[in-house]
T-cell receptor, first 116, second 109 residues
Framework: VTLLEQNPRWRLVPRGQAVNLRCILK??????MSWYQQDLQKQLQWLFT????????VKSLPGADYLATRVTDTELRLQVANMSQGRTLYCTC?????????????FGHGTKLSVL | GEKVEQHESTLSVREGDSAVINCTYT??????FPWYKQEAGKSLHFVID?????DRKQSQRLIVLLDKKAKRFSLHITATQPEDSAIYFC????????FGSGTQLTVMP
């Protein structure tokens, strides 16, 4: 059973252009939604966790700038700008409880971004 | 900041042998330690976890051991099969959501 629908699966991004990613939650039992990046060396890094509609956060990392938005209870978005190196972005979801770090993560299929 | 170190970046074993992947962490407040598997070209999925109230957990061929004094936990895969070949990531369970750097496991026929 797929808990997350993540699109697009792959995108070629011209240098200097931003790209918008979308993640749809299919099961409300796992409302904590997050974004992770995986670089070309396979290193995973947490980016954001947004629980409530209207939550918005920004972050700048080496090689990309990010803006994450929890649009609704079921939709999470990520804008990636100023990307200089390819990467894969994963959407995840998890249950609440003691805190999001105490529950397993379910990963979406990922969006692979390559720089043109 | 808090860290989690995954000690083996690559590991090769013969089919049928056991594989062990070790992680250490720094956050003494960590209480939940999941492991994830990533097969080539695919996303990650959960394989097993352990909470800090136990020292050992087994799920079929997977065993996780936790040593809270040493701040160390390990994944043991027994009777390895070719389909176990993948990258395995440990997660320290820190509120900072830190993953280990991954271990590429290759099971040779």
């Amino acid at each position: 059973v797929t808990l997350l629908e993540q699109n697009p699966r792959w995108r070629l991004v011209p240098r200097g252009q931003a790209v918008n990613l979308r993640c749809i939650l299919k099961n409300s039992q796992y409302p904590w939604m997050s974004w992770y990046q995986q670089d070309l060396q396979k290193q995973l890094q947490w980016l954001f966790t947004l629980r409530s509609p209207g939550d918005k956060e920004v972050k700048s990392l080496p090689g990309a700038d990010y803006l994450a938005t929890r649009v609704t209870d079921t939709e999470l978005r990520l804008q990636v700008a100023n990307m200089s190196q390819g990467r894969t972005l994963y959407c995840t979801c998890s249950a609440g409880g003691q805190g999001i770090s105490n529950e397993r993560l379910f990963f979406g299929h990922g969006t692979k971004l390559s720089v043109l | 900041g808090e860290k989690v170190e995954q000690h083996e970046s690559t590991l090769s074993v013969r089919e049928g042998d056991s594989a062990v992947i070790n992680c250490t962490y720094t956050d003494t407040a960590s209480s939940y330690f999941p492991w994830y598997k990533q097969e080539a070209g695919k996303s990650l999925h959960f394989v097993i976890d352990i909470r800090s109230n136990v020292d050992r957990k087994q799920s079929q061929r997977l065993i996780v051991l936790l040593d809270k004094k040493a701040k160390r936990f390990s994944l043991h895969i027994t009777a390895t099969q070719p389909e176990d070949s993948a990258i395995y990531f440990c997660d320290s369970g820190s509120w900072q959501l830190i993953f280990g750097s991954g271990t590429q496991l290759t099971v040779m026929p």
